[in-house]
Nanobody, 126 residues
């Protein structure tokens, strides 16, 4: 069973930055893809960015491009989400998720992922 633990959430003013870290219990075929999702109260869970662990290739949601960067450390078994130029609308619970395989075009579908962390809260004030 893959375990994912998120850390690094918190409160920041608009325009600020935060770094979220997802630590996986294993790097294996089960964690070929690791993504960050977010969910605000009353909203559906949406994909933010995903990375392919073997290649390091990322895919991002349009709202994340130019502001959010994903990276991974194979030795530490971590995936990091660097978030810059944060906006109040970025406020949400952020979740880390892992999957063996996702189609490049549908990576943002939560149903693609088998393993989830408990989430970390990000709050951006105006």
């Amino acid at each position: 069973q893959v375990q994912l633990v998120e850390s690094g959430g918190g409160s920041v003013e608009a325009g600020g930055s935060l770094i979220l870290t997802c630590t996986a219990s294993e790097y294996s075929y089960r964690t070929n893809w690791i993504a960050w999702f977010r969910q605000a109260p009353g909203s559906t869970r949406e994909g933010v960015v995903v990375i392919n662990n073997p290649t390091g290739s990322p895919h991002s949601a349009d709202f994340a491009k130019g502001r959010f960067t994903i990276s991974r450390d194979k030795v530490k078994k971590t995936v990091t989400l660097q978030m810059n130029s944060l906006k109040p609308e970025d406020s949400a619970m952020y979740y880390c998720a892992a999957a063996q395989d996702v189609n490049g075009d549908t990576w943002a579908g939560p149903w693609r992922y088998n393993y989830w962390g408990q989430g970390t809260q990000v709050t951006v004030s105006s």
